[in-house]
Each structure stands twice: as structure tokens, then as C-alpha cells.
């Protein structure tokens, strides 16, 4: 036996949704065993969920992982596959991976390094496995050995094959557990992960699956998990096969389905002989600690090669960061939708950019969705949404698309989404238009109504009570807020009318500098789009409206939100009040953030940085918006304290509750804006 059929499958988990998740491992199970691959690579904690945060210490949530892992067990016949699982050994929790064989556990993996930075927090639960060391756990009342493990799986004739692992942060790490695995004769290393999705970052998954494969002469199998699993992180479900340094199998990422899988043939004896020549002969295994589990299995013979398989076709390399926004933030709404139970979406459309790359966002997950897995199939995860299963439902859905001559998902849209623009005497025409075209676009159901009653009635009884009339010359603000508050009650009133999840449409950028009113425009349960600053927003809706997603298309609506300039429309329609007049160009602001926060850099060196890059306004103009933008992050860490929950993107994020801590109250970096203040007046 040479070759052998090795499969990576990425998997979408709830934590503590014990019976969906075990759902979902038997499917990938069966689908291995369907396609005859011999070995099957299964996710980082993917029996319990991987983000169970504090659920982790329950001895109960311990017990019970270790009890499906049981009942998983007699699924594995004829595959060699892991599983992993929070498990306690000597009163210590750790990450693990179990390695299951024909029907029987073998032993456990711990994880030798632990995320401990960004949005991840292992170090809470676990402790990280010390290399090379072996010892011992009771599961079920049987001894298993436990920690830095190689299985040697085979038959009596000599048909065998060594298997390692190392667990996602393992292979980021200088001293890869590979390298040691590699010389203790690894045939194949399998990297079953929970590896969080961000801009570009496959790229870096590519490169140490080939940098291992290539370097150690192994077959390498990586997997990960799918979709929002518990809320804030995305998973992409990116799986990846590489063997004598060549990426031989590549699955689609950001999928709809359960489970994605990626398979290919590999030959062991091809990486032996690289290994024999290139002088890596396999080393003393004592020298190198750890311990070998012997595993008696019968490699299948391979009738026919299978054909490795292919990532998705928008999936190139690098992938488009247009495209990656398109399918990532959908997705999480999808499984946040469904996850929740929620009783449909609802959105205060404001004819905005903000706004309409929610609803854009919406309407590309019936898309997506419905496209990759179908509409029977997409609408029967949606359970709990009144009316998407009843007959007349159904019949609705008939009726559309006959009437459009093809599939049309805008009947969907509409049993979704809501919509409703909430104007003030300050609403131009031109927004809300442009909110209607992007709502009737989509299919959403569209309702206007004015709020200016509301508004009027609380500044008459705060106007009594303090015995002035307030004005715009001296109560600028809180007449700007009191409208944007206003717009809440109505919203959460339409959304609560079917237990629908309101969305707020905050993003980064106003989250920096606070410009956005508490209980107004960040009412909502959920808000997808704040992990994205306003410029790279503005751009993308640019591209939606001329390009959009491969295989989707534009969207041309779009026109009537990109032709404006952002404004929150709170000032009288004669002030001609735009996002960028009362904050700075948001080009400039999310370079002065991007530096300040992401870099850490103080302000004088803020105020370098950037005038390279925005030669065309004079120095001191930008020392005054890095200024103001210091001062205005300090002044508003409460208001990012309260936001809703958001998807993490990239390493831009300033969700305080995973990313980006700052205290509520500090000094304000008074002495540092002082410095450039100074070195402003100097030229």
C-alpha cells in the first residue's frame, strides 16, 4: 500500500448544541466513507463548539462531550478520524483532539499552544500540553493515553502509516509540533482547527500547510470550522491537502452547507523517499519524546483516483477582499439568524451607505444561500421564522418565480426583511428615495413614517421643564439626538411585532469617534457592519453596484445611495450637514484610527505617518483631525462598551469585549496632544 484517499471536512458547530453537532460530524462521516477515503481530519472542538467561553469549567459540559464522543465511535468504522473535545486530565483542563480508528478511541492529542490574543482567550480554560509528554486518562472506565501522541496505523503486513497532529495555533508557532513529529517517522499531520476568518488570512493557512509539507516531507491535511458559530467570530470552513509541497486538494470556503470536505489521493512512499533523499532520515524516537500508539487498520486499496478537490471559483489567490466581505458578513447573519431563533430581520432604512449595506448584505445571503444549497434547503434551517413553511408560503414562492420565468428569491427577501424610513422635518427627498429603490430592489417590505410628533413632544416637555425654548445655537446636539432617538421605539415596536432581530448599522469608523447616538442609531440586537471602516464601506458599495459577487452580480439601486454624500441629516436641511464636515474626510480618519489604534502609535507619530499619505491638505490641517480624533476616541470608549455584538473582520476591530480594550475613563493623552500641539506651532 502506497497510496491512500485523505479528507479534511469543515464543519458548523453550536457550542453546546450536542445533537446538531453530532449531526453534522456523523454527515462528514459518512461523506468520507461514501467517497472511501481512509483517514478524515475533523475540527478543533468540534464535538462541544469551540467558543462554549466559561461552559468550558462545567464538569457536566466536560462529561457530556466525552459521552458523544461514545456515541460518535461506532460511526467511525472504517476510517481513521479525530474529534475534538474539552477534556480534564489530573483536574487540569485541555484542549484535545481524540484519534479514533475503525470504531475505537486511541488515545488524545493536547494542543501545545494556545490562541491568547485577538478575539481568542484559551488560556481562561485550558493549559497548554507540554511537548513531549505522556500520560494517562480514564474515559468511560477504560485507561487511554494522552498528550504528545503519534498513531502507527496499519496491518500485519507491513501496510502502515504514521499520523500526527498539530492543532491550529501549533502550526503558527516558531517551534512547530511537526517538526519534531516529522522526525519521529510522520507520514501525514493533520491540522484540525478553529482558525477565525479575517481579511486575506487563508493566504497564511496556504503557507504554512505547503511550508510543512514541503519542509518535513508529509502528506498535510488541514480543516476548520464553518460559519458563525457563537456569535461574534466567523469561520470559514477552509480546508486544504497539500503533499511534497504541492496544494493537492483545496475546499470552498464560506459555505452555506453543514459540512464542506476536500479530498485527495496521496502517496506515502513518495514523501518517504523525499525524505531519504534529502538526507531527513527518520530520528531516534526516544531522543524527541512523545509516545507511539499502535492502531491496527486495513488501508482500503484504491480502485480509482479520486479527483482532488477545487475551492470555490471566486476563491482565488489571494481572494478579493470585496468578494470575501460579500459572503462572509451573509453568512454570519444567516447562521446569527437562525442560531437566535429570530423571527426575521428588521431594518431602519435611512437611504444611507450605512443602511444599505445591511439590507445589500441581507439580500446576498438569499442569494448565496439559496444558490449554493438551494431554497427548500435554505428556508428549512429558518424554522422559527412565522410563515416560511406553510403551504401558502410555498405557493407564494411558486406564483414569483413563474412570473419572473426563473427562479426569483424575492419572495424570500420579503418574508425576511422589513424595512421602514423614519423621517424628521430635516429628511431630504433625495434619501428617501434612495431608500425605497435599494428596498424595493431587494424585496423587502418597505414602510415610511415620520417621527417629527415624537420629536416635538419631548422638546416641548424638556423645554417646559427647564423653562427655555431650546435652539439650535445653544442645544445643537441633543437637537441633533433627540430625533435619532426618537426613530428607536418605533423600530424595536415593528421588530417585536414577530420577534424579529433589529439590526443596527453602525460601523467602525462612527464607533472610533462616537458619532452615533446611544439608543438611537445603535438600537438593534446585532450589528453586522461594524467591524468595516465608512471608506472601505462607501468603496464596496461601488464595486456592488458595478460588479458585485461573482455569480450574483450588481446591484444598479446602489446608484441612488452612492451619488450622495454621507449625512446624518439631524441639522436643518439649510446647513447642508454632511458625515465629513462635522468629523474629517473618513479617507483620513480611518488612516488617523488605523494608527492610533491598530499600531498603537501616539500622536505625534500619528501626525508623521499620515502626511505622507494625504499630501494635498496641509500639515497642520491633519495635526487638528488626529486632535480631534484622540480626543474623541477617549470620550466615547462607553459608547463602544454598549455596542451591539459584531463580527470580527480583521485586525481593525474595536470590539472591547474581544479585540480592543481601552479604559472608560483615562487622561485623555492630554500631555501627548499638548506635544503635538507644539510641534504644529513649530511647522
Not at 151 to 178: H, L, Q, S, T
Not at 580 to 592: F, K, R, T
Not at 629 to 637: E, G, S, T
Request: with cysteine.
Amino acid at each position: 500500500m502506497t497510496k491512500l484517499r485523505l479528507a479534511a471536512a469543515g464543519i458548523n458547530t453550536t457550542p453546546l448544541a450536542w445533537h446538531a453537532n453530532q449531526l453534522n460530524l456523523r454527515r462528514a462521516i459518512q461523506a468520507a466513507r461514501d467517497a472511501k477515503a481512509s483517514v478524515l481530519c475533523l475540527p478543533e472542538l468540534c464535538i462541544s463548539g469551540y467558543g462554549c467561553e466559561d461552559a468550558f469549567f462545567a464538569k457536566g459540559v466536560q462529561q457530556t462531550a466525552l459521552d458523544v464522543l461514545a456515541e460518535l465511535l461506532p460511526h467511525t468504522g472504517g476510517l481513521i478520524t479525530t474529534f475534538g473535545l474539552p477534556l480534564a486530565v489530573d483536574g487540569t483542563l485541555y484542549n484535545a483532539m481524540a484519534m479514533c480508528c475503525d470504531g475505537h478511541l486511541l488515545g488524545f492529542v493536547g494542543k501545545q499552544f494556545l490562541a491568547d490574543d485577538g478575539i481568542h482567550y484559551e488560556p481562561r480554560w485550558f493549559k497548554p500540553w507540554p511537548r513531549g509528554e505522556v500520560r494517562e486518562v480514564s474515559v468511560h472506565g477504560s485507561p487511554y493515553p494522552v498528550g504528545d501522541l503519534l498513531f502507527d496505523c496499519g496491518d500485519e503486513n507491513g501496510d502502515r502509516v504514521k499520523i500526527g497532529m498539530e492543532i491550529c495555533r501549533d502550526a503558527w508557532v516558531r517551534y512547530r509540533p511537526i517538526v519534531p513529529l516529522a522526525g519521529r517517522g510522520a507520514d501525514i499531520v493533520l491540522n484540525p482547527s478553529a482558525s477565525h476568518f479575517a481579511f486575506g488570512k487563508q493566504e497564511i493557512r496556504r503557507d504554512y500547510v505547503l511550508r510543512g509539507s514541503r519542509e518535513q516531507h508529509v502528506s498535510y491535511a488541514y480543516c476548520n470550522l464553518l460559519g458563525n458559530e457563537s456569535g461574534r467570530a466567523i469561520f470559514d470552513g477552509g480546508t486544504l491537502i497539500a503533499s511534497r509541497g504541492v496544494m493537492v486538494a483545496a475546499g470552498p470556503r464560506l459555505s452555506f452547507a453543514d459540512t464542506v470536505m476536500a479530498m485527495a489521493d496521496i502517496d506515502v512512499a513518495a514523501t518517504r523517499r523525499d525524505r531519504e533523499q534529502a538526507n531527513q532520515p527518520r530520528r531516534d524516537a526516544s531522543s524527541l519524546g512523545g509516545a507511539t500508539v499502535d492502531c491496527k487498520f486495513d488501508f482500503p486499496a484504491l480502485a480509482a483516483p479520486v479527483s482532488p478537490t477545487q475551492p470555490s471559483t471566486w476563491d482565488t489567490s489571494p481572494a478579493p477582499k470585496a468578494e470575501e466581505f460579500a459572503r462572509a458578513v451573509p453568512l454570519a447573519l444567516y447562521d446569527y439568524l437562525r442560531k437566535s431563533r429570530s423571527g426575521g430581520l428588521v431594518v431602519s432604512l435611512s437611504g444611507g451607505a450605512d443602511s444599505a449595506a445591511v439590507v445589500t448584505m441581507i439580500w446576498l445571503m438569499v442569494e448565496l444561500g439559496v444558490a449554493e444549497v438551494g431554497r427548500h434547503a435554505f428556508l428549512d434551517k429558518l424554522n422559527a421564522i412565522m410563515g416560511l413553511h406553510d403551504d401558502q408560503f410555498m405557493q407564494k414562492v411558486a406564483v414569483v418565480a413563474s412570473l419572473a420565468g426563473a427562479e426569483d428569491n424575492r419572495s424570500i427577501v420579503s418574508d425576511l426583511l422589513a424595512c421602514v424610513y423614519q423621517s424628521t422635518r430635516n429628511s431630504g427627498e433625495v434619501t428617501r428615495s434612495a431608500a425605497e429603490a435599494v428596498a424595493k430592489a431587494v424585496g423587502a417590505k418597505y414602510y415610511e413614517w415620520s417621527v417629527d410628533e415624537q420629536v416635538d413632544a419631548y422638546v416641548d416637555n424638556v423645554s417646559q421643564a427647564v423653562e427655555r425654548e431650546l435652539t439650535w445655537e445653544l442645544d445643537d446636539v441633543a437637537l441633533q439626538n433627540i430625533q435619532a432617538r426618537a426613530r428607536g421605539p418605533g423600530v424595536w415596536l415593528l421588530a417585536n411585532l414577530t420577534g424579529a432581530l433589529l439590526l443596527s448599522t453602525s460601523n467602525r469608523s462612527e464607533a472610533a469617534v462616537g458619532y452615533a447616538t446611544m439608543d438611537g442609531d445603535t438600537c438593534g440586537g446585532l450589528a453586522p457592519i461594524t467591524g468595516i471602516d465608512k471608506a472601505y464601506l462607501r468603496e464596496w458599495l461601488h464595486w456592488m453596484e458595478h460588479t458585485g459577487p461573482l455569480d450574483v452580480g450588481p446591484m444598479p439601486a446602489l446608484s441612488a445611495v452612492n451619488a450622495q454624500q454621507p449625512t446624518a441629516e439631524l441639522r436643518p436641511a439649510t446647513e447642508r450637514q454632511t458625515d465629513e464636515s462635522d468629523l474629517m474626510p473618513y479617507v483620513v480618519l480611518d488612516a488617523i484610527e488605523r494608527a492610533a489604534i491598530r499600531d498603537r502609535l501616539m500622536p505625534v507619530e500619528v501626525w508623521q505617518t499620515i502626511q505622507p499619505q494625504f499630501q494635498d491638505y496641509a500639515a497642520r490641517q491633519l495635526g487638528e483631525w488626529v486632535i480631534r480624533f484622540f480626543q474623541l476616541w477617549c470620550r466615547n470608549q462607553w459608547k463602544r462598551e454598549r455596542y451591539a455584538p459584531s463580527f470580527h473582520l480583521d485586525d481593525e476591530n474595536l470590539d472591547p469585549k474581544t479585540w480592543c480594550r481601552f479604559p472608560i475613563l483615562s487622561g485623555g493623552f492630554k500631555r501627548e496632544l499638548a506635544v503635538l500641539r507644539e510641534r504644529m506651532e513649530r511647522g
